[in-house]
């Protein structure tokens, strides 16, 4: 599989899930597991370019696939854009929920300069925020989404 843009072999066994292959085996550890049963979206990551709970793809799904996690976009200026509008707003918190909500407001920027509130709301809905401080973070996905126009 492809992570973060460089090629991984594994051997895995058929019930090895995809958030353990990439927290444990790979170490990165931005892919947080919540729940473990897929009702929380703390463990998101893209996977061909799709959001996805990784607490319930299984590795051997990935295979010859392309996945990216936070760790993969941390150059990348519309990502480096969302950590300050999320620092800006204190949107962090206690920080467990943020690498998936990232990814969720990157994700909703390739598809909308300007999202409605509604928009955002869809964007990160499987994702629960345990501190509840949902209004810093859409006001931050918000901001981040209405700079430049992804390149």
């Known amino acids: 599989m492809n992570v973060n843009g460089a090629e991984h072999s594994f051997h895995v066994d058929s019930t090895d899930r995809l958030i353990d292959v990439l927290r444990e085996r790979m170490g990165l550890k931005s892919v947080k597991e919540g729940c473990g049963t ?3 979206g703390i463990c ?4 061909e370019g799709k959001l996805v709970n990784s607490c319930l793809m299984l590795a051997a799904q990935c295979d010859g696939r392309r996945v ?3 760790e993969g976009l941390l150059d990348d200026p519309v990502m480096k854009r969302f950590q300050g509008s999320f620092v800006a707003n204190n949107a962090a ?6 690498p998936a909500m990232l990814l969720a407001a990157w994700d909703l920027a390739k598809h909308s300069s300007n999202p409605s509130t509604g928009e955002i709301k ?8 345990r501190c509840t401080g949902y209004y810093p973070i859409l006001d931050s996905i918000r901001e981040g989404c209405r700079k430049e126009a992804r390149p």
């Open 38 to 40: 897929g009702d929380c």
């Open 44 to 47: 998101a990551v893209l996977v």
């Open 68 to 70: 990216v996690t936070l």
């Open 93 to 98: 918190q206690c920080g467990f929920c943020t």
């Open 122 to 129: 869809t964007a990160i809905s499987g994702i629960l925020c």
